[in-house]
Nanobody, 126 residues
């Protein structure tokens, strides 16, 4: 059984940093894709970033480009999201998602992923 477990959320002041972690068990996704989405209150879930393929190609949403960094530790089957220069508009529940290598679909769309974590709350105060 595949499980994704996020950790690292919390309450921070604007301008500060947080690092989220997502550990996968039951399956390795080192050649697939692991990404982060977020959902703010009253809004739809939106794409944040993804790392995919054996070469670790990365895509970022424009809203986080230059501030957030995704990385992956294949030995630990874990993906990280380093969030710097946080803004109040980054407040959301952050979800980790994963999909197998060869799975088709737009990586920025949540329907393209096979597995999801339970989410971790990130709150940025002004």
């Amino acid at each position: 059984q595949v499980q994704l477990v996020e950790s690292g959320g919390g309450l921070v002041q604007a301008g500060n940093s947080l690092r989220l972690s997502c550990g996968a068990s039951g399956r390795t996704f080192s050649s697939g894709a692991m990404g982060w989405f977020r959902q703010a209150p009253g809004k739809e879930r939106e794409f944040v970033t993804v790392i995919f393929g054996s070469g670790g190609i990365k895509y970022y949403a424009d809203s986080v480009k230059g501030r957030f960094t995704i990385s992956r530790d294949n030995a630990k089957n874990t993906v990280y999201l380093q969030m710097n220069s946080l803004k109040p508009e980054d407040t959301a529940v952050y979800y980790c998602a994963a999909r197998y290598q060869g799975r088709a679909g737009d990586l920025t769309r949540d329907g393209s992923y096979d597995y999801w974590g339970q989410g971790t709350q990130v709150t940025v105060s002004s």
